[in-house]
Nanobody, 125 residues
Framework: QVQLVESGGGLVQPGGSLRLSCAVS????????KGWYRQAPGKEREFIAG???????MYAGSVKGRFTISRDNAKNTVYLEMNSLKPEDTAVYYC???????????????????WGKGTLVTVSS
């Protein structure tokens, strides 16, 4: 059974940095798009960053220039480097591999879709 596991969340002061990781357990075929989402209390889950198998990236305007998505194919892991964190970045962060992110990045697909259970990021002094 395929599972995505996020890690790296925690408490950080405004202006600080964190790096989230999303690793897969189990066998998984090539996935075209992998991404990160977040859900703040009382708000809907939102797309924040995506990366394709070709290395193309896309970011939400609210994080562009501060967050960087990357991947390590050998480790089958996707990362989200978050810098200059703000209190409004506080949320549960989820990774998604597959259909949802591909569509968020503008691709038409009906492929498989995997979600992690999330990791909490709290930005507060």
């Amino acid at each position: 059974q395929v599972q995505l596991v996020e890690s790296g969340g925690g408490l950080v002061q405004p202006g600080g940095s964190l790096r989230l990781s999303c690793a897969v357990s189990g066998s998984i075929f090539s996935i075209y798009a992998k991404g990160w989402y977040r859900q703040a209390p009382g708000k809907e889950r939102e797309f924040i960053a995506g990366i394709t198998s070709g290395g193309g990236t896309m970011y939400a305007g609210s994080v562009k220039g501060r967050f960087t998505i990357s991947r390590d194919n050998a480790k089958n892991t996707v990362y989200l480097e978050m810098n200059s964190l703000k209190p409004e970045d506080t949320a549960v962060y989820y990774c998604n591999w597959g259909r949802t992110t591909a569509r968020a990045m503008g691709f038409i697909t009906t492929g498989t879709d995997y979600w992690g259970k999330g990791t909490l990021v709290t930005v507060s002094s």
